[in-house]
């Protein structure tokens, strides 16, 4: 069973940049793809960012183009996501997850694995 820890997160000005870092152990983590989910309060969760098993193909919600990358390091077993220019509107539980695919099809259930998740506040 893999066990997903994140990291970074922490409270920032708006404009400011803090960058997270998920650490995998105990399961596989070179041949799936990853994400980061958030959960602002009385929101449903939803997908930030995510990068296929490689590192070659990203996707990013359309409220962080340009603001957020997201990357890996196989090597390391580490997902990571650099997040500048934040918002107050960023303001969340950021976590980390695994898909059970090397690629996120983007349909729903297949990220089965997940982290307990770091807050990021954003002040404005």
């Known amino acids: 069973q893999v066990q997903l820890v994140e990291s970074g997160g922490g409270l920032v000005q708006a404009g400011g940049s803090l960058r997270l870092s998920c650490a995998a152990s105990?399961?596989?983590?070179?041949?799936?793809?990853m994400g980061w989910f958030r959960q602002a309060p009385g929101q449903e969760r939803e997908l930030v960012a995510s990068?296929?098993?490689?590192?070659?193909?990203?996707y990013y919600t359309e409220s962080v183009k340009g603001r957020f990358i997201i990357s890996r390091d196989n090597a390391k077993n580490t997902v990571y996501l650099q997040m500048s220019s934040l918002k107050p509107q960023d303001t969340a539980v950021y976590y980390c997850?695994?898909?059970?695919?090397?690629?996120?099809?983007?349909?729903?259930?297949?990220?089965?694995?997940w982290g307990q998740g770091t807050q990021v506040t954003v002040s404005s």
């Open positions: 990068i296929d098993y490689r590192g070659g193909t990203t």
């Open positions: 997850a695994r898909n059970r695919n090397g690629y996120d099809s983007g349909l729903p259930g297949t990220f089965t694995s």
């Open positions: 105990g399961g596989t983590f070179d041949s799936r793809a």
